[in-house]
T-cell receptor, first 110, second 114 residues
Framework: QKEVEQDPGPLSVPEGAIVSLNCTYS??????FMWYRQYSRKGPELLMY????GNKEDGRFTAQVDKSSKYISLFIRDSQPSDSATYLC??????????FGTGTRLKVLA | DAGVIQSPRHEVTEMGQEVTLRCKPI?????LFWYRQTMMRGLELLIY????????DSGMPEDRFSAKMPNASFSTLKIQPSEPRDSAVYFC????????????FGDGTRLSIL
């Protein structure tokens, strides 16, 4: 079993939809949780960064961490075609070593 | 501010040739990471430097891979000799030191070994 599991998609939604992206993990020592967005032929770009459990909101994006269920989510409200990208979750246990999900491809249709 | 800069963006070469990938981290960052990204395995950490010193190279696949960081503003990843299975996108990332510091990525080098 991988330490971090992420549905690869692709996920296609109409413009304006609410998108939910998820990762599950097995290591209860993970404390820091990140979401990166990666456009085609570009590097991963940090989108959201949270510590421990709870919610964090930034504009149209909300990151949610449920440590009891070992489950993290990224919600995108009012999705736009420009949100079409691959979304990678990442987490670490307080060291330099990030464990990444394999990414979910999202396509927002105009 | 300039982000992480990698060169070249694309490299196509024949099997057996030496390949050198270059990275300039964000100024002031003292941690540097080299990753490899493939469809099958996602992002894999190859090596981690802290203050120019290699701390963890357990992800380097074979002796054919080597990395150096001669100063705080430059790092190289070398593959010699290259093989077709080395074809992937190689990313460099940098961060400030500290467990709560996020990593910032360059745009990668897309490497194809024929």
């Amino acid at each position: 079993q991988k330490e971090v599991e992420q549905d690869p998609g692709p996920l296609s939604v109409p413009e304006g939809a609410i998108v939910s992206l998820n990762c599950t993990y097995s290591n209860s020592a993970f404390q820091y949780f990140m979401w990166y967005r990666q456009y085609s032929r570009k590097g991963p770009e940090l989108l959201m960064y949270t510590y421990s459990s709870g919610n964090k909101e930034d504009g149209r994006f909300t990151a949610q961490v449920d440590k009891s269920s070992k489950y993290i989510s990224l919600f995108i409200r009012d999705s736009q075609p420009s949100d079409s990208a691959t979304y990678l979750c990442a987490m670490n246990a307080g060291t330099y070593k990030y464990i990444f999900g394999t990414g979910t491809r999202l396509k927002v249709l105009a | 501010d300039a982000g992480v800069i990698q060169s070249p963006r694309h490299e196509v070469t024949e099997m057996g040739q030496e390949v050198t990938l270059r990275c300039k981290p964000i100024s002031g960052h003292n941690s540097l990471f080299w990753y490899r990204q493939t469809m099958m395995r996602g992002l894999e950490l190859l090596i981690y430097f802290n203050n120019n010193v290699p701390i963890d190279d357990s992800g380097m696949p074979e002796d054919r891979f080597s990395a150096k960081m001669p100063n705080a503003s430059f790092s190289t990843l070398k593959i010699q000799p290259s093989e077709p299975r080395d074809s992937a996108v190689y990313f460099c990332a940098s961060s400030l030191m500290g467990q709560d510091q996020p990593q910032h990525f360059g745009d990668g080098t897309r490497l194809s070994i024929l």
